[in-house]
């Protein structure tokens, strides 16, 4: 008769059940370490460098504006000021690129009174013929006019004057000053 180990295939089973519990308990032995001493591995420190920096809002552009009358091109740095009702007053100043003198802008953008006119080193006026329309366009803070007829030693009783030629302007107004001009 054939004999039967009963017990052989369960003691077999056990101890590698035990061995496998033997192998478990060394590997988690060092992670349950006792850490009084310190720190199992020793982590480098890293200086850190704060750097802070402070930008100030970014300042907007100067107003500026430009003025063709004939074949002359005036450049201006120029201050806008609002007087409310969409009426709106411009000072300018910049050079002549003819004399190499300062010229002076005054623009008037009002629905009542338009104006515009320069003003050169030797104090000849610029401005526009009795005859000439005068329609300035207003739109996202820009002021433009053209086709306007430009003339110098204009009579105001008269109307007489000499002529310079055509010319136009467009201004840009990137900040306003609530002020009314001196």
């Known amino acids: 008769m054939p004999s039967r180990c009963r017990g052989a295939p369960g003691r077999l089973l056990r ?16 992670a349950c370490a006792d850490t009084a001493d310190g720190p199992l591995v020793a982590e480098e420190t890293v200086d850190e460098e704060v750097v802070t920096t402070t930008t100030a809002p970014p300042e907007p552009p100067g107003s500026e504006g430009t003025a063709k009358v004939g ?9 806008c000021h609002d007087r409310g009702a969409g009426d709106v007053v411009v000072l300018g100043a910049g050079d002549d690129p003819v004399s190499g003198g300062p010229v002076e802008l005054y623009l008037e953008a009002s629905f009542v009174d338009p104006y515009v006119g320069l003003r050169l080193a030797d104090e000849t006026r610029i401005e526009p013929s009795l005859e000439s329309p005068l329609d300035f366009y207003l739109q996202d803070d820009v002021i433009r006019a053209s086709a306007i007829r430009f003339v110098r030693d204009l ?6 004057a000499t ?17 009314p001009p001196s």
């Open 15 to 30: 101890g590698f059940g035990v061995l496998l519990a033997v192998a478990g308990a060394a590997i988690a032995a060092p």
């Open 71 to 79: 074949d002359v091109q005036y450049e201006f740095a120029v201050t």
């Open 155 to 160: 009579d105001l009783e008269t109307g007489e």
């Open 163 to 179: 002529e310079v030629g055509f010319g136009e302007f467009e201004i840009h107004c990137y900040s306003y000053e609530r002020e």
